[in-house]
C-alpha cells in the first residue's frame, strides 16, 4: 500500500512567485493536514480537510495560502505570492476516519523562497 | 498557544545507554503521541498513549504519562546508531481533532 506522497519535494522560488504543493493521502483516509516547519521551530498545524471540507483551518498565516482537496482525494496547498518567511517544510499527513489515531505523513515539501 | 514543550532540545549518548525524552503540555488532552523524524524524512509514529493510560511499552520504547503534572517521557532503552533522529511529541487536546506538536528532541547516538 502506497503511504502518503508529496510533489515536489523541494521548490526553490522567488519572493512573490507562485507555488502550488500537491499531497496524495493513503486511499481510503478520509482525514488530511497539512503542516508547517520553519526554520527547526514546532511543527505548526495549518489546516484539517475531512473528505473535501475544511474541518479547521485555524492555523492558516494568512489569505495567501490557499489549500483544496479535490473531490475528498488529493490536496494542494499554493501559497500566491510567496514570501520570505514561507520558508520551511510543509508535511501533509493522513488519518482514517475518527481522527484520534496516528497520523501518516508524507516526506515533505521543502520551500525556499529567495 | 497549546504548543507543548519537549526537553532536552538536545541529547547526546553513546551506543547502548538509555535516552529519556520530556514533553510537557497544556491542558487535558484525548491522548498523546511520540513521532520520530530522520534527517530530510517524514514523521513517523512511534506509540500512542490515552489518557486513562500510566505506561506503555514497544520494544525498546516505553513511555509513561502523568496527567496531574500534564507530561510524558519517552524512554529509548539500549540506544543504537539508528535512533540518531529527532523526537517529537504530539498532544490531542480534548475536543480537538489536531495534533499538536512541540520543537522536538534532537537524539544523537555515538558508536
Known amino acids: 500500500e502506497a503511504g502518503v506522497t508529496q510533489f515536489p519535494s523541494h521548490s526553490v522560488i522567488e519572493k512573490g512567485q507562485t507555488v502550488t504543493l500537491r499531497c496524495d493521502p493513503i486511499s481510503g483516509h478520509d482525514n488530511l493536514y497539512w503542516y508547517r516547519r520553519v526554520m527547526g521551530k514546532e511543527i505548526k498545524f495549518l489546516l484539517h480537510?475531512?473528505?473535501?471540507?475544511?474541518?479547521?483551518e485555524s492555523g492558516m498565516p494568512n489569505n495567501r495560502f490557499l489549500a483544496e482537496r479535490t473531490g475528498g482525494t488529493y490536496s494542494t496547498l499554493k501559497v500566491q505570492p510567496a514570501e520570505l518567511e514561507d520558508s520551511g517544510v510543509y508535511f501533509c499527513a493522513s488519518s482514517q476516519a475518527g481522527g484520534t489515531g496516528e497520523l501518516f505523513f508524507g516526506e515533505g515539501s521543502r520551500l525556499t523562497v529567495l | 498557544s497549546q504548543q507543548g514543550e519537549e526537553d532536552p532540545q538536545a541529547l547526546s549518548i553513546q551506543e547502548g545507554e538509555n535516552a529519556t525524552m520530556n514533553c510537557s503540555y497544556k491542558t487535558s488532552i484525548n491522548n498523546l503521541q511520540w513521532y520520530r523524524q530522520n534527517s530530510g524524512r517524514g514523521l513517523v509514529h512511534l506509540i500512542l498513549i490515552r489518557s486513562n493510560e500510566r505506561e506503555k511499552h514497544s520494544g525498546r520504547l516505553r513511555v509513561t504519562l502523568d496527567t496531574s503534572k500534564k507530561s510524558s517521557s519517552l524512554l529509548i532503552t539500549a540506544s543504537r546508531a539508528a535512533d540518531t533522529a529527532s523526537y517529537f511529541c504530539?498532544?490531542?487536546?480534548?475536543?480537538?481533532?489536531?495534533?499538536?506538536f512541540g520543537t522536538g528532541t534532537r537524539l544523537l547516538v555515538s558508536p
Open positions: 504530539a498532544t490531542l487536546y480534548t475536543g480537538f481533532q489536531k495534533l499538536v
Open positions: 480537510f475531512v473528505k473535501e471540507s475544511k474541518q479547521d
